[in-house]
């Protein structure tokens, strides 16, 4: 989809919006719209130039809004993505995280008020409110799970953040249980990432992490790319595994990227594969 395209898609979803008297059910289908533009850009640099006027747009509608719970996850998972892709500047991504956290917390909260209340409190405390959500929540669930995991990557200095990351992993194991193919296995990607965070000497589980790696790529049916990047990244690396590296990434390099749902992110992930195996030599 080229820049002109997505122009015109905005462009007419606001004349849309203005014919429409801008009910509530036209917005949020705005903040649905353009996050399916963006995932299913396969130009990562239209994204990068063009995503700031789509974070000022649903600000904007979010400001009119702000009980509007779709338009409050479309703009948590739209920080959250931007920042994480496309902020090099640590500060700014820190702001970002804030503010992509803040309104996945705030979605989530107009039905589970506990989850706010107890989100400053230990993880044992806050459990309970995690476990207490339901179906409907899901997607604020996953945008409050993903945004909490970029605010503390943005604030990795900070000890009380990085002790934060149970608390991540508890809502992201909720969302599977709630339901084991939501977002077409992406939770167990994140999973995968939080489990290779260490070797098993110093408490990690890198096991659990091969597992929820595969457990991704099978949900999925080979289609999010991302799965076997980081799966060769965080695990094959971890274990010194250089055969499976090399597999999975070329694998990668050989798949059609254009998948919908996945197009941007296969994208990004054969950029990264090729940087991955150019330093293969170096690592293993």
């Not at 080229?2 to 014919?19: E, F, H, K, N, W």
């Not at 809004?65 to 479309?74: I, K, Q, S």
């Not at 099978?218 to 597999?247: C, P, S, T």
């Not at 070329?250 to 990004?268: K, R, W």
Request: proline share 5%; aromatic share 8%; glycine share 6%.
């Amino acid at each position: 989809m080229s820049r002109l395209r997505i122009t015109r898609i905005v462009g007419l979803l606001i004349i849309g919006l203005a014919l429409a008297g801008c009910t509530t059910m036209v917005i949020s289908k705005l903040g649905d719209n353009l996050s399916e533009a963006i995932i299913n850009q396969d130009d990562p640099d239209t994204v990068r130039a063009g995503a700031p006027a789509y974070l000022l747009m649903i600000d904007g509608l979010i400001s009119g809004n702000p009980g509007d719970r779709r338009l409050l996850v479309a703009g948590s998972r739209l920080y959250s993505a931007y920042a994480a892709v496309f902020v090099e500047d640590r500060e700014r991504a820190k702001r970002m995280a804030v503010k992509a956290k803040g309104y996945a917390e705030r979605a989530l909260c107009l039905d589970q008020p506990a989850i706010c209340e107890r989100s400053g409190q230990p993880y044992l405390e806050f459990l309970p409110a995690i476990r207490s959500t339901g179906y409907d929540e899901l997607p604020a669930l996953y945008a409050y799970a993903l945004s909490s995991a970029l605010w503390i990557q943005t604030h990795s200095d900070d000890w009380s953040a990085v002790a934060e990351l149970p608390k991540v992993e508890a809502m992201l194991e909720r969302v599977i249980t709630l339901d084991k193919n939501y977002e077409r296995g992406d939770p167990y990607v994140y999973l995968g990432i939080i489990r290779t965070q260490l070797p098993p000497a110093l408490g990690g589980q890198p096991e659990k992490g091969r597992q929820a790696f595969e457990e991704a790529i099978e949900i999925a049916q080979g289609n999010n790319l991302m799965a076997k990047v980081e799966y060769a990244r965080r695990y094959a690396r971890l274990v010194f595994d250089r055969e499976l590296h090399d597999r999975l990434l070329h694998e990668v390099l050989a798949a059609d990227p254009q998948v919908p749902g996945f197009t941007l992110s296969n994208v990004l992930a054969q950029r990264q594969a090729k940087e991955l195996l150019q330093s293969a030599a170096d690592y293993f």
